[in-house]
C-alpha cells in the first residue's frame, strides 16, 4: 500500500478562484482521495497525496498552468 505524503507545488499562470478550482480538479484526478490547498496569491499547492509530485506538477502543466515541485 502506498502512503501519502506532502507534496508542494509552486504553480504559475493562477489568476482567478476558477484557476484555483481547476488545480485542484486536476490534483484530485490523478488521487481522489488528495486533500488540497491552494493559494492563489502565493502560486503555492500543497497536497497530503499518494502521487508523485512530478506526475502531478506534469499533469497542472499539460492543463495550461506552470507547475513544478517547490524546493
Known amino acids: ?3 501519502s505524503s506532502k507534496v ?7 489568476t482567478c478562484g476558477g484557476c484555483v478550482e481547476a488545480v485542484k480538479k486536476i490534483i484530485r484526478k490523478a488521487d481522489p482521495e488528495a486533500d488540497v490547498a491552494v493559494d492563489l496569491a502565493t ?10 509530485a512530478q506526475a502531478l ?3 497542472v502543466t499539460k492543463a495550461g498552468y506552470e507547475a513544478r515541485p517547490a524546493a
Open 8 to 14: 508542494v507545488l509552486s504553480v504559475s499562470g493562477m
Open 43 to 52: 502560486g503555492r499547492v500543497e497536497e497530503q497525496t499518494k502521487a508523485e
Open 57 to 59: 506538477a506534469a499533469a
Open 1 to 3: 500500500m502506498v502512503q
